[in-house]
T-cell receptor, first 113, second 109 residues
Framework: DTAVSQTPKYLVTQMGNDKSIKCEQN?????MYWYKQDSKKFLKIMFS???????INETVPNRFSPKSPDKAHLNLHINSLELGDSAVYFC????????????FGDGTRLSIL | GQNIDQPTEMTATEGAIVQINCTYQ??????LFWYQQHAGEAPTFLSY????GLEEKGRFSSFLSRSKGYSYLLLKELQMKDSASYLC??????????FGAGTRLFVKA
């Protein structure tokens, strides 16, 4: 019954590795997002997709590549992980335009050793 | 660009009333959200204001003044479980929501 689910919940890996985080929503929403929340708890938008099309791409290193195989899924692949990538990554979805509240997944806690 | 200011931390007593302020500057404004985030958990939606005035929803109310670039979240009859971060977020139009850094509220007995 989980509305927005992300896997894995915890990810501990070494610098230089490549990793992926998966996100799925069963709410029938058209729009999905990836956010990064750093140690200061600031929630920053990274990407947004609407009906599988990229609509927001903030200033994010090109080591981060989102992929949306269908509108219920938005995955995040990160190449050549760096220490500064350590954060909590949240996936979210909303019905459409930004006047609709977003539903968040439980987050993926990424730690780079 | 956009700028959102909230106090970093607040402390209040169980049973009391607390007001968490949010001021903002933005070139485009369509509405303002408040979200609650407990430590280690996901943010959850509390309220959305588009027009000026106060909107009440149980123990929580949210106020907006568009001319002053100001909003507040009012929590009444505080409970220990209200200890959390409260995030003010701007709907700037299109598909973008900009979040503030949040206010950590500590409720003490």
């Amino acid at each position: 019954d989980t509305a927005v689910s992300q896997t894995p919940k915890y990810l501990v890996t070494q610098m230089g590795n490549d990793k992926s985080i998966k996100c799925e929503q069963n709410l029938g929403h058209d729009t999905m997002y990836w956010y990064k929340q750093d140690s200061k708890k600031f929630l920053k938008i990274m990407f947004s997709y609407n009906n599988k099309e990229l609509i927001i791409n903030e200033t994010v290193p090109n080591r981060f590549s989102p992929k949306s195989p269908d509108k219920a899924h938005l995955n995040l692949h990160i190449n050549s992980l760096e220490l500064g990538d350590s954060a909590v990554y949240f996936c979210a979805s909303s019905p459409g335009l930004s006047n609709q509240p977003q539903h968040f997944g439980d987050g993926t806690r990424l730690s780079i050793l | 660009g956009q700028n959102i200011d909230q106090p970093t931390e607040m402390t209040a007593t169980e049973g009391a009333i607390v007001q968490i302020n949010c001021t903002y500057q933005t070139s485009g404004f369509n509405g303002l959200f408040w979200y609650q985030q407990h430590a280690g958990e996901a943010p959850t939606f509390l309220s959305y204001n588009v027009l000026d005035g106060l909107e009440e929803k149980g123990r929580f109310s949210s106020f907006l003044s568009r001319s002053k670039g100001y909003s507040y979240l009012l929590l009444k009859e505080l409970q220990m479980k209200d200890s959390a971060s409260y995030l003010c977020a701007l709907n700037t139009g299109g598909f973008k929501t900009i979040f503030g850094a949040g206010t950590r509220l500590f409720v003490k007995a």
